[in-house]
């Protein structure tokens, strides 16, 4: 039901875009969130969108970085991810959220996970 794309090896400071194609649920009635996992940590909120679009949430480590907004005339949600640091290497999980308190990031409010993408950082 939500299927994460764009991931990759990438060399400090560049940028990438990952994507979150959602089906099977209503696109409208949820808000959409990331969250990434690096190796032997645990998973982490990164950003979130609310369902109308109208407000968006960051995890300080990567605002003024990241940009997370949905794809007009698609059910799909995008992250820009630009001026990549090391440390952003993880795998990055989409995830969509009928609870109100989604824009506090934790894991067990969100209702359905899609996969993962992993995102390499290299210095």
């Known amino acids: 039901q939500l299927q994460a794309s764009g991931g990759g090896l990438v060399q400090a400071g560049g940028s990438l875009r990952l994507s979150c194609a959602i089906s099977?649920?209503?696109?409208?009635?949820?808000?959409i969130g990331w969250f990434r996992q690096a190796p032997g940590k645990d998973r982490e909120f990164v950003a979130a969108?609310?369902?109308?679009?109208?407000?968006?949430y960051y995890v300080d480590s990567v605002k003024g970085r990241f940009i997370i907004s949905k794809v007009s005339g698609k059910n799909t949600v995008s992250l820009q991810m630009n001026s990549l640091k090391p440390e952003d290497t993880a795998v990055y999980y989409c995830?969509?959220?009928?609870?109100?308190?989604?824009?506090?990031?934790?894991?067990?409010?969100?209702?359905?996970w899609g996969q993962g993408t992993l995102v390499t950082v290299s210095s």
């Open positions: 995830a969509a959220s009928v609870n109100v308190r989604f824009a506090q990031g934790r894991s067990e409010d969100y209702n359905y």
């Open positions: 099977g649920i209503p696109f409208s009635g949820h808000h």
């Open positions: 969108i609310r369902r109308g679009g109208t407000a968006t």
